[in-house]
């Protein structure tokens, strides 16, 4: 076991919500330091640093003309960022509000009540309840707690808070059609038929999971992180948070902070996109910082392949740009396994898998 992680068990802190509501914390524990560079920073003014918008009601209702405007817009996008903020996508704002006040009121129950939520690491729990990345593993601690239920193929009620249920249940089954939405649209950028992802990846077995984090304020925010950079394994994740922001995308070797309309969801692509598409589009890195001044609440929603789904560049692509595959093939449940194991500790799993 890390030595990070027994410190932890032996100051009896089992989690990052706890540790706060201390009344002696007044710096961050060695066991969390990490270091922000302030000049890795981009300006969010330089319009170099304009993070892309993509009005979703033009995908779903626009004329055809201004779906065709969309897809093109995409591929820039997809080529260049790897991530966008998705508006006018039809998730009502109050469910979306909802759903975070759920999460507010899962993570507000005493420590004893969250424990019975802890499943430990395997990729395909159903629920997992914990703080940092997976103690085993973390050399540095992550100033985070979070909060991941199963919800696709299976849906997995969770009964607490009360309403957790009913509005995890609305909220998934929205956001997928937002997600699927997306694929379709990526998909015909590639010169692709819309289904082709849906179908390859075998979506109507993907997985998708609510992935809840919980960040309380920071007394020295540049000297602790909530999640270090990464890049997700799966093919989109959509991101909501509260009133609070702190979600960093790279972007020409810089960290931008991604500030957005307030019912927007940030999308970002991920490994199994870019593996698809043979390196063409990217799964950007990002990470999440934290703050001095108030909790912040994300969700990430990451949308995935059928678990024994074996994913490999598309042949058609490689065929037309006269591509050797750049990846080796892999099916999900693996992948997401190496992701977990620990053995690319804040490196990218993608680079273990180039031919
Ligand atoms: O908190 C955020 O905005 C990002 C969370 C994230 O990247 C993740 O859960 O994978
Ligand atoms: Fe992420």
Not at 22 to 45: G, K, M, R, W
């Amino acid at each position: 076991m890390a030595a990070v992680a027994r410190a932890l068990e032996t100051s009896n802190v089992t989690s990052i919500k706890s540790l706060v509501e201390s009344p002696t914390l007044s710096s961050v524990p060695s066991a969390y330091a990490f270091n922000i560079n302030p000049n890795d920073e981009a300006d969010p003014n330089d319009p170099e640093f304009a993070i892309p918008i993509v009005d979703m009601s033009l995908l779903t209702s626009g004329s055809p003309d201004q779906r065709t405007q969309i897809v093109h817009d995409l591929v820039k996008i997809c080529e260049e960022w790897g991530f966008f903020i998705a508006i006018n996508h039809g998730v009502q704002e109050s469910l979306m509000k909802g759903m975070i006040e759920a999460y507010h009121g899962f993570f507000s129950l005493p420590d004893e009540e969250k424990e019975e939520f802890k499943f430990g690491n395997d990729v395909l729990e159903m629920f997992n309840y914990g703080t940092s990345y997976n103690l085993a593993l973390d050399k540095v601690l992550l100033w985070r707690d979070f909060f991941k239920v199963r919800t696709h193929p299976e849906f997995h009620s969770h009964y607490k808070p009360a309403s957790f249920s009913e509005i995890s249940l609305e909220f998934s089954k929205r956001s997928r059609e937002v997600a699927l939405e997306i694929t379709r649209a990526i998909s015909e950028s590639l010169g692709l038929q819309p289904d082709y992802i849906y179908n390859t990846m075998n979506m109507d077995r993907g997985l998708q999971m609510l992935a809840g984090n919980y960040y309380p304020p920071c007394p020295q925010p540049q000297n602790a992180i909530g999640i270090p950079h990464h890049t997700d394994p799966g093919l989109v994740t959509l991101v909501i948070q509260n009133e609070m922001n702190g979600l960093q995308v790279e972007h020409n070797g810089k960290w931008l902070t991604v500030n957005g309309p307030p019912n927007g969801f940030f999308v970002n692509l991920a490994d199994q996109m870019q593996i698809l598409t043979n390196g063409k589009y990217k799964s950007v890195m990002h990470r999440a910082t934290v703050n001095n001044k108030a909790t912040r609440i994300s969700i990430a929603i990451p949308h995935g392949p059928s678990i024994d789904t074996i994913i490999a560049p598309a042949p058609e692509l490689c065929e037309r740009e006269g591509q050797a595959p750049k990846y080796h093939a892999m099916n999900y449940k693996e992948y997401m396994q190496l992701v977990q194991s620990g053995k690319n500790y804040m490196k990218a799993t993608l680079d273990h898998i180039r031919a």
